[in-house]
T-cell receptor
């Protein structure tokens, strides 16, 4: 497809389980971002990938969160030992280059029971 | 002080009204500016970029004041379908060209 694709669209899991979220950026987009948005809150930056450079992990809230991206392709965000406070929509965005706008996926709605 | 600040609203306006949102940013090195629109429980979608000279797209006008470090969005002849949260977004080349989002201004257009 032409847009950013995220999967799954919804995920419900028990506290303590690990989850993996996937993002397929727009083809050719060198930059990829992960955000978290809790209900009624603004967007919270998590991590940023730019080409083969070291990612900017400054937004990851704890060491339970990690993300990977191979080259300029798919990225996965992993949350280990999930907590109820991790419940949120996780949004992925990609962009073509500097000073270009980001294009968002539909998000993964994560619910921790 | 937050990097990007917006009045959270809500702004409740009648259909056909003109409404303006302001946004201030703290990083003078900021390079690019955007307005995004976010509908309830949906992802943000780009509304328009903001250029130094100001720019217009139909009923929407965006302006940038670098000296005062604020950005504005004007919506004329508002429609019911304009009801959404409007996010001010700022980027700078430092720190990996990271985007910083405001928390958004909620607009409700009523009959």
């Amino acid at each position: 497809g032409a847009g950013v694709s995220q999967s799954p669209s919804n995920k419900v899991t028990e506290k303590g389980k690990d989850v993996e979220l996937r993002c397929d950026p727009i083809s050719g987009h060198t930059a990829l971002y992960w955000y978290r948005q809790r209900l009624g809150q603004g967007l919270e930056f998590l991590i940023y990938f730019q080409g083969n450079s070291a990612p900017d992990k400054s937004g990851l809230p704890s060491d339970r969160f990690s993300a990977e991206r191979t080259g300029e392709s798919v990225s996965t965000l992993t949350i280990q030992r999930t907590q109820q406070e991790d419940s949120a929509v996780y949004l992925c965005a990609s962009k073509l280059g500097s000073n270009q706008p980001q294009h968002f996926g539909d998000g993964t709605r994560l619910s921790i029971l | 002080r937050k990097e990007v600040e917006q009045d959270p609203g809500p702004f409740n306006v009648p259909e056909g009204a003109t409404v303006a949102f302001n946004c201030t940013y703290s990083n003078s090195a900021s390079q690019s500016f955007f307005w995004y629109r976010q509908d309830c429980r949906k992802e943000p979608k780009l509304l328009m970029s903001v250029y130094s000279s100001g720019n217009e797209d139909g009923r929407f006008t965006a302006q940038l004041n670098r000296a005062s470090q604020y950005i504005s969005l004007l919506i004329r002849d508002s429609k019911l379908s304009d009801s959404a949260t409007y996010l001010c977004v700022v980027t700078s080349t430092g720190g990996g060209n990271k985007l910083t989002f405001g928390t958004g201004t909620q607009l409700k257009v009523e009959l």
